[in-house]
């Protein structure tokens, strides 16, 4: 992933993001050593803010499509009550269960349900439950639309639908294969959507925000 500010401003940044507990280190350390693409992985600070959002909109309910080893998931857990509930979608059985082993290991752990298959195909089977107050789309870019016109009808108006990548390293600008298309699709489709309101950060590789009306 190319850096979109600089490495000097990204380390500023960190610095004054309030540090995480230390079983995220360990699990930034295991997901280093143990997988192909562990940069996947949304990192301390974008971690704290999808914390904070949940926060700010009270979340008792999120879903998210794309544990991969659970940062993102054990992040925004933190912000739900006792009897809130995470569901988390991914069809990689390798790096889930890296998550379930620090799920376990967290006291918010308990609160995440890890639903394994291809998302498309759990979204069209969830569980009966009430509306989600904050998605969190970090999958396959390519489907980025799909998810989000499955997920839209299930969340509560107010809600969050947050949509990862969504700068895709600068090549929105230029877009060529699949995922380019796919992101540069999403924000399309979002930024003229009359259901929501919108705004694209450049947090990270960019995060885009669409509250629903
Ligand atoms: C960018 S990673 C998610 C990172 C995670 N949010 C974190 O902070 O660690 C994307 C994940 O989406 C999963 N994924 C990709 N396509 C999928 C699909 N069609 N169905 C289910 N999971 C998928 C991959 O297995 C991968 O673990």
Redesign the pocket.
Known sequence: MTPIISPELDDYIAAHTRPRPALFDELREV?YASTT?PQ????RV??TFLKTLCALVAARRVL??????????L?MAEALPEDGELL?????PD??RI?RSFFDRSPHGKKIRILL??????LRALPAGGPFDLV?I???KE?YVDYYEAVLPLLRTGGLIVG??TLWSGNVLSPKDPSDHGICRFNDVVNADPRVENVLLSIRDGMMLARKL
């Open positions: 997901t693409s996947m992985q949304v990192g974008e971690g998210e499509i794309g544990t991969f080893t659970g940062f993102s998931a992040c988390t979608l991914d069809r990689d790096a889930t998550a298959g291809d998302a498309l195909e759990t969190f970090d999958a396959d489907r990862d990548n």
